[in-house]
């Protein structure tokens, strides 16, 4: 894909809050496109995951370090001209901004902001198993929660090939 400015898309980061379904959307667009997947929560301190598993949200000090090393990641992918999926939260345009290395969001990273009513993600983390992030946590998530104007925003309640399909058809990839 190319922008306005001719710069080709080189990361998607898919984004929103607990249970939106960034992971499930994340892997499935990159299968489909060919390109790595890399999930957010596999950066986090240990630190920041005993945190969330004891139900305490993140506070932007915990994220700053963990925010400055998904920049490295995003800048290492555009660095080698690959291209990537990301599942992020990025919950606030501070974190996008600070996702989007040398300011390029809107030429080489575009977000795609997974919109999810509540009761449906309260219906998804109640049959959730495995995640380090406990139900108690969406609240703060929702609070924290800044809708993006810059992003494709999608109904994150379709069906997970109805999302790729639109995100595809969104950002013409």
Same mark, same amino acid.
């Given at each position: 894909?190319?922008?306005?400015?001719?710069?080709?898309?080189?990361?998607?980061v898919i984004m929103g809050v607990s249970a939106a379904g960034k992971t499930t959307v994340?892997?499935?667009?990159?299968?489909?496109?060919?390109?790595?997947?890399?999930?957010?929560?596999?950066y986090h301190s240990a630190h920041n995951i005993a945190k969330m598993r004891a139900g305490?949200?993140?506070?932007?000090?915990?994220?700053?370090?963990?925010?400055?090393? /998904?920049?490295?990641? +995003?800048?290492?992918?555009?660095?080698?001209?690959?291209?990537?999926? %990301?599942?992020? =939260?990025? @919950?606030?345009?501070?974190?996008?901004?600070?996702?989007?290395?040398?300011?390029?969001?809107?030429?080489?990273?575009?977000?795609?902001?997974?919109?999810?009513?509540?009761?449906? /993600?309260?219906?998804? +983390?109640?049959?959730?198993?495995?995640?380090?992030?406990?139900?108690? %946590?969406?609240? =703060?998530? @929702?609070?924290?929660?800044?809708?993006?104007?810059?992003a494709v925003c999608v109904d994150g309640a379709r069906p997970v090939s109805e999302i790729?399909?639109?995100?595809?058809?969104?950002?013409?990839?």
């Amino acid at each position: 894909m190319r922008t306005a400015g001719g710069q080709a898309v080189q990361v998607i980061v898919i984004m929103g809050v607990s249970a939106a379904g960034k992971t499930t959307v994340g892997r499935a667009l990159a299968h489909e496109l060919g390109w790595a997947f890399h999930d957010a929560d596999d950066y986090h301190s240990a630190h920041n995951i005993a945190k969330m598993r004891a139900g305490e949200p993140l506070n932007d000090d915990d994220r700053r370090p963990w925010l400055a090393a /998904l920049r490295r990641l +995003i800048g290492d992918i555009i660095d080698r001209g690959d291209h990537g999926i %990301l599942a992020c =939260s990025a @919950l606030k345009q501070s974190y996008r901004d600070a996702l989007t290395p040398g300011g390029i969001q809107g030429s080489r990273v575009r977000f795609v902001f997974l919109d999810v009513p509540e009761p449906v /993600l309260e219906e998804r +983390i109640a049959r959730r198993r495995g995640s380090f992030a406990p139900p108690e %946590l969406l609240p =703060s998530q @929702l609070a924290t929660l800044e809708k993006p104007h810059d992003a494709v925003c999608v109904d994150g309640a379709r069906p997970v090939s109805e999302i790729v399909k639109s995100i595809r058809a969104e950002l013409s990839i």
